[in-house]
């Protein structure tokens, strides 16, 4: 869709979405069963742009809960994902001021104008929830898995043990 008319006209996306739709996610799911919430909202803010656009940006909402998988104990880990996000649509081909880089409230979000700034709004979902991904997931409370006990058994059963944690 083109971005900048859907934030300027206040267009409004919103859905379940399915796991398996993320293409970019897919390696971090334990399983790509679930479904996620997710709301694009347009907004305009008034002032003309330099680049000759209104100010225009968009407003991402997506909740649910991810299969990760954890990173201690390697079976799957529900991880509650929340995410609100204004982003303000910059002119892909203008540079933005020192000012606005400064700005720490502000978030950016490039797009061409006219057909080169179609993006699709599940990319831009998708992004946002890669953005919002948790570098090391992990249950409150679980226990490594005992490797050492493991392995005085069969080094390759102890393995195959372990992936088909992961896969199951
Ligand atoms: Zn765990």
Redesign the pocket.
């Known amino acids: 869709m083109d971005l900048w008319r859907f934030a300027l006209d206040g267009g409004l996306l919103e859905g379940a979405l399915a796991l398996v739709k993320l293409p970019r996610l897919q390696d971090e799911l334990a399983d790509a069963k679930g479904e996620i919430f997710f709301r694009v909202q347009g907004e305009t803010i008034g002032v003309e742009h330099p680049g000759g656009h209104g100010k225009a940006a968009l407003r991402v909402s997506v909740s649910g809960e991810l299969p990760l998988i ?1 990173q ?2 390697l ?1 799957p ?1 529900a991880i509650p994902l929340r995410i609100e996000s204004r982003l303000e649509l910059a002119d892909a081909e203008s540079a933005l001021t020192q000012e606005e880089l400064e700005d720490e409230t502000l978030d950016f979000l490039p797009v061409a104008a006219g057909k080169a700034g179609f993006r699709s709004a599940l990319e831009l979902v998708e992004d946002e929830i890669l953005l919002a991904l948790p570098t090391a997931p ?2 409150d409370d ?1 226990a490594l898995p005992v490797v050492e006990a493991i392995q005085t058994e069969h080094p390759f059963a102890a393995l195959a043990a372990l992936k088909g944690r992961v896969t199951d």
């Open positions: 954890c201690r104990c079976s880990v992990r249950h679980c």
